[in-house]
């Protein structure tokens, strides 16, 4: 596989944000190590990479539709939600025009929904296609009609999860990557027979960090932080579950001794209503060493999901930076083992308990090294030269 490679990927823009644009830029462009380049289509700019180095960028006018009118449409045409958010007239016609014009030997589509417009166009499209999804579409979309209160938002999720059961065949040609098990298992309760690898998501190798001693806590007062993208849903239902579940129990029985820390870009008004009611401190727009000074003033970082999707790249930014993390069940397929001292659990009085272990018995550092080796298995680097394992065993055998 020495041709180029070309990744359409409406969703992302810079700087990266969220989670689904973090896994389409770093893994991708490790990928340019193994292949002669990568060139990823944004939601407006061209990037390439060539050994894992980005050497152009290009910008062209396009906007992806908001929230409310991506859903309506989806509504009043009987399609899928993201088809309406992201596939405008003006990114369709942009990657047209680069397949038209370039030389790519493999194609991925980041999301589902950014494969059918150019299945339906009559493109010569290359011979290896490539469907990126970063959940399960299904099971997510089932979820949200299910716990949505939102009228507009329930009907939208319900014609969403009907269009994938009703199209998702006609992608069949397609090699499907699949961040885990578990989704590639969903998947085939309606693909049985689709073709799929699985590359986990992954972790940018950090700084290490310097602590006081084998046992830097203060015992006195403690800080649990939560980072992420303050604008997406995921992160404020998480937030709004770790205020009903967990922080009463916690708040209770440690009261003015325990600091919450929310850091990310761009927090929402209803992000900050929520610090506000409960005095948590609001860091916003932070950059990266004041991120990281964050996670080391905290005991923990904390991935209260009440669903799977979000904290799979919180969990190992946690590890990778040497903070143990607070975890609940969702994410427990996301490791095959939990590392000490961290912790996944549904109770708020085992947060409680191992709270209270790292105060006495303090965090050292061999546990905080044993989180960053664990961490180096899921960097960027690995996963794109094992993927690329994985296509040359498949493609080699088409």
């Not at 080391?296 to 999901?305: A, D, E, H, T, V």
Request: charged share 20%; net charge positive.
């Amino acid at each position: 596989m020495q041709s180029g490679s070309l990744i359409l990927a409406p969703h992302l823009t810079y700087p990266l944000r969220n989670g689904g644009d973090l896994l389409i830029d770093r893994k991708w462009s490790m990928f340019s190590k193994h292949v002669g380049s990568v060139d990823i289509l944004g939601m407006n700019v061209l990037r390439r990479y060539n050994s894992g180095k980005l050497i152009s960028e290009v910008s062209f006018s396009n906007q992806n539709r908001n929230k409310k009118v991506a859903a309506f449409r989806s509504i009043i045409k009987n399609s899928h939600y993201l088809l309406e958010k992201y596939m405008t007239p003006e990114y369709i016609s942009e990657a047209s025009n680069i397949l038209f014009n370039g030389q790519y030997d493999l194609l991925v589509f980041s999301l589902i929904t950014t494969a059918w417009p150019f299945t339906q166009m009559g493109l010569k499209l290359p011979d290896k296609l490539v469907i990126e999804t970063q959940n399960d579409e299904i099971k997510w979309y089932r979820n949200i009609r299910i716990q949505s209160n939102n009228i507009p938002e329930k009907i939208s999720a319900l014609i969403s999860e009907q269009w994938l059961r009703n199209n998702l065949h006609k992608l069949e040609n397609h090699l499907f990557i699949h961040v885990s098990e578990e989704d590639d298992s969903g998947y085939r309760k309606v693909l049985p027979n689709h073709n799929s690898i699985v590359i986990p998501v992954g972790t940018d190798e950090e700084p290490l960090l310097s602590f006081k001693s084998t046992t830097d806590i203060n015992c006195d007062s403690f800080a649990l932080i939560f980072a992420g993208s303050l604008t997406t849903k995921i992160n404020y239902d998480a937030l709004k579950h770790f205020e009903k579940r967990f922080y009463p129990y916690i708040k209770d029985k440690f009261c003015n001794r325990i600091r919450v820390i929310v850091a990310g870009s761009n927090p929402s008004n209803d992000i900050r209503i929520l610090c506000k009611k409960n005095s948590w401190v609001l860091h916003e727009n932070v950059s990266d060493d004041k991120l990281h000074d964050l996670y080391q003033q905290s005991l923990f970082s904390i991935l209260p999901f009440s669903y799977v999707n979000g904290g799979k790249l919180k969990l190992l930014k946690s590890l990778s930076l040497g903070i143990p993390f607070l975890a609940s069940t969702p994410l427990s397929c996301q490791l095959n083992s939990i590392p000490f001292p961290c912790l996944i659990s549904d109770e708020p009085e085992e947060w409680i308990r191992h709270i209270e272990s790292a105060l006495n018995q303090g965090i050292g550092a061999v546990n905080r090294a044993e989180l960053i080796e664990i961490a180096k298995q899921y960097s960027w680097s690995r996963l794109a030269e094992s993927m690329f394992d994985k296509f040359v065993l498949h493609f080699s055998s088409k």
